[in-house]
């Protein structure tokens, strides 16, 4: 739905804009954008780069379908104990008097007599590879650390102020995409509370796109839980429902913006 979507190099600045899907409308030509003049900011995307080059996953499993990102990377298998749920509990590898009949949570094998009680082995995916760069490393540090840099971005962007030039360095560059400045700017994945307030606090508008016969929880990180909560509802300016076509998504998305 939108113009353009920013861009970042290795270093985590942003470099360039280049354009964003639209879809296509009957006759097969693309849609026109609904904001002309303007631009995404992912707070993902930097950090997409810095594992992208320490783990070398590809751009499919960090840009591509979230299947991708969930899926375990055989090439960082991790050893540990077992860890079973049973009636709600989750427990490491569990004494002989009260061994669950389940399966290990970390790599699915099933309990069974005899079970190596010792090692497991799981693999690391690129979801959790981001969600602890994200939150168990940035929030850690300062909450606001990635909405505060979309913020700065943001800023930068509606001004026209340029952090850099375009370079050779920058994901997916596309050197005839520079746009000097934007009338408005879309943070595609605000996920915490303290986002969406910073947001709202600042004069602009949160919208949550729901799609209810998909929506659920990937498992039970920060992350993806406070996402969903009532206390984020309370900074929500609109709710875009997401289970209809592509035209009709088009749409509501039109009447919101008036």
């Known amino acids: 739905m939108l113009a353009a979507r920013h861009l970042v190099d290795m270093d985590g600045e942003m470099v360039d804009m280049r354009p964003v899907t639209h879809g296509n409308i009957g006759n097969g030509q693309p849609r026109p954008p609904l904001l002309p003049r303007a631009a995404q900011i992912a ?10 080059r320490v783990y070398e996953f590809t751009d499919e499993q960090l840009w591509g379908p979230s299947q991708m990102r969930n899926a375990p990377d055989r090439r960082y298998p991790r050893a540990g104990a077992h860890v079973f749920q049973k009636e709600g509990s989750v427990f490491k590898f569990a004494p002989d008097d009260e061994l ?5 949570k970390g790599c699915g094998a099933e309990w069974k007599e005899g079970l190596d009680k010792g090692e497991c082995t799981t693999y690391l995916s690129p979801r959790e590879a981001l969600q602890q760069l994200g939150s168990e490393w940035g929030r850690a540090r300062w909450d606001s650390t990635w909405i505060a840099m979309a913020l700065r971005w ?6 026209g102020v340029r952090s850099r030039k375009a370079g050779d360095s920058a994901h997916t560059f596309a050197n005839s995409w520079v746009l000097d400045k934007v009338e408005a700017v879309v943070i595609s994945d605000v996920r915490f509370v303290n986002e969406a307030k910073m947001i709202r606090d600042q004069g602009g508008e949160v919208w949550r796109l729901v799609r209810p016969e998909v929506d659920r929880v990937e498992g039970t990180h920060m992350s993806e839980r406070e996402q969903t909560s009532s206390e984020m509802g309370h900074y929500v300016t609109f709710t875009l429902d997401n289970s209809g076509t592509l035209d009709e998504l088009y749409g509501q998305v039109r009447s919101a913006l008036g």
């Open 154 to 159: 943001s800023d930068k962007l509606r001004s």
């Open 43 to 52: 707070m993902a995307d930097p950090m997409k780069v810095f594992v992208k």
């Open 100 to 104: 669950p009949s389940s399966v290990c």
